[in-house]
């Protein structure tokens, strides 16, 4: 097993596949592991804490099928090998209590979805820039 660059959790396979294409467009060898339920993703990160393997970032729709993307964020911070994976909220919500929530359960970053390719690939080649080139992490 290989940890990927990026654990994506989203429900809705249609902007995942659109997000696994500008991600290779920003950059061509990362990877990119995408689950689609909230219990899914926990069973998969358990596995990868197990094996002390840890994604270089964690996205994290808000609004899951399973377990909710807070519920998600919540139990991450509970295990020790993940607790400083940095992990992005990725949503189309842009409610303040949805952003605010979000910080407190141990959140890196909020960031709401984009609309339009272009955009997509403009906020993937700012995540990239920040959180693989900027910021420095336990990775």
Not at 5 to 10: A, L, T, W
Not at 18 to 26: G, N, Y
Not at 33 to 45: M, N, P, T, Y
Not at 93 to 109: I, L, R
């Amino acid at each position: 097993m290989v940890s990927p660059d990026i654990f994506y959790v989203e429900d809705d396979q249609d902007f995942a596949f659109i997000l696994e294409h500008a991600v290779k467009e920003v950059r061509d060898d990362l990877t990119l592991s995408v689950v689609e339920d909230g219990r899914d993703a926990i069973q998969a990160l358990e596995r990868f804490a197990e094996d002390k393997l840890r994604p270089k970032i964690i996205l994290l729709d808000l609004n899951l099928p399973g377990l909710s993307g807070l519920d998600v964020l919540k139990r991450i911070k509970e295990i020790p090998y993940l607790r400083h994976t940095p992990v992005i909220l990725f949503s189309t919500s842009d409610d303040p209590m949805d952003v605010k929530a979000s910080y407190e359960f141990g959140a890196n970053a909020y960031i709401t979805k984009p609309s339009g390719y272009n955009n997509l690939i403009t906020c993937i080649r700012s995540l990239h820039e920040f959180w693989f080139n900027q910021n420095k992490t336990i990775n």
